[in-house]
């Protein structure tokens, strides 16, 4: 009798282990990689199904100019958490206990959202790594901070397959002279997770300038870029890039799929393909105008013929961004 039980409980834990790394399963290529994350997990469907996925590609000719669309709101005081390499992503998550949780608003959100996390997207060559492409072009890298609707869900679990569930800031990530030096508080960490699984970490990080200095942003409604791929995602991608040292780039490409014993592949290239729009709309509050007029002045409407154009930026690596040139990555022609 108590054979059985030991072996009805060695299954049992067996099934659970399989059930549980469903969530360590997936990668960025291969069989496991994204076209067929869907597949792996039924749970995961809209990955191969889903019609307002994540990432995309932004048109700058077909950008919607909306001019009810505010500024983003974000709190400014210093979060804790843990740094960890999840195998897929360098991720940090913010301590659930933290009594002042950082709060997202405005900007195009009808809910307040709780900050809950950051994902850190980037190449191993300069040419690829973010995840979002604005007119084609992709950038070293790209962070992601998301949130979940607070005033709806009690955490980011329920959330993020729940209807306007999660909010998804975008930082396009670019190689230059670093533009905060409270970016370094991550960065400096980034040898203390070499290998999956391994987690450090950071107090006292102030989010809030961590953030472009620009309000100007484009928004659309899309999903997480990770599986399940829920499409319960409000995308904010800021106008402006943040920057990154060379040295810092050298250290994240360091990092490891596997463990310490067996690495396996570099982190790196962990960006999602971009998606089809499939008639979705990117809708913008870049309202440069030539007389600097504030924009209430212009009596604006959505009907208005703007035409966007993406910044050129330079192809070679050996260029290195100034932050002082402060390039916005899109800007308008009239
Ligand atoms: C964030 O929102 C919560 C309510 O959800 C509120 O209690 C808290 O004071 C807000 N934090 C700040 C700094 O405004
Ligand atoms: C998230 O909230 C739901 C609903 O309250 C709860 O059942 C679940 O245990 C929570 N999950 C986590 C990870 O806290």
């Given at each position: 009798m108590s054979q059985w039980l030991l072996i009805l409980t060695i299954i049992f834990i067996n099934v659970k282990d399989i059930s549980g790394s469903w969530e360590e399963w997936?990668?960025?290529?291969?069989?496991?990689g994204p076209g067929f994350w869907g597949l792996i997990n039924p749970q995961w469907s809209m990955c191969n199904k889903g019609r307002r996925q994540s990432p995309i590609n932004i048109e700058p000719d077909k950008l919607l100019f909306d001019p009810w669309l505010r500024d983003v709101q974000f709190d400014k005081h210093k979060v804790s958490g843990m740094l960890q390499n999840t195998g897929q992503s360098l991720v940090f998550r913010v301590e659930k206990d933290s009594k002042h949780q950082v709060n997202i608003s405005g900007g195009p959100l009808s809910y307040r959202y709780q900050f809950e996390e950051i994902y850190f997207h980037y190449g191993l060559e300069d040419n690829r790594g973010s995840e979002h492409q604005i007119d084609h072009h992709t950038f070293p890298g790209e962070i992601q901070l998301y949130g979940f609707n607070k005033e709806l869900y009690h955490n980011m679990s329920e959330a993020q397959h729940k209807s306007q569930g999660v909010v998804g800031i975008s930082l396009m990530v670019q190689i230059g002279e670093p533009t905060n030096k409270e970016l370094r508080i991550i960065t400096s960490a980034?040898?203390?997770?070499?290998?999956?699984g391994s987690s450090y970490p950071i107090r006292n990080?102030?989010?809030?300038?961590?953030?472009?200095?620009?309000?100007q942003y484009l928004t659309y409604e899309g999903s997480t870029?990770?599986?399940?791929?829920?499409?319960?995602a409000v995308w904010i991608i800021f106008n402006k890039p943040i920057y990154i040292s060379k040295q810092e780039m050298y250290a994240i490409r360091r990092?490891?799929?596997?463990?310490?014993?067996?690495?396996?592949?570099?982190?790196?290239?962990?960006a999602r393909p971009v998606q089809p729009l499939h008639h979705r709309t990117v809708r913008t509050n870049i309202n440069f105008n030539k007389q600097g007029l504030p924009a209430s002045n212009n009596c604006p409407d959505m009907y208005r013929n703007m035409h966007y154009t993406a910044t050129q930026w330079?192809?070679?690596?050996?260029?290195r961004y100034r932050s002082t040139e402060d390039l916005a990555m899109l800007s308008m022609i009239n």
């Open positions: 997936w990668t960025y290529d291969g069989i496991s980034f040898n203390k997770v070499m290998f999956r990080l102030p989010l809030s300038t961590l953030l472009p200095n620009t309000q870029t990770h599986p399940g791929c829920w499409e319960t990092l490891m799929q596997g463990s310490q014993l067996t690495p396996k592949a570099p982190l790196g290239n962990n330079p192809r070679e690596h050996s260029m």
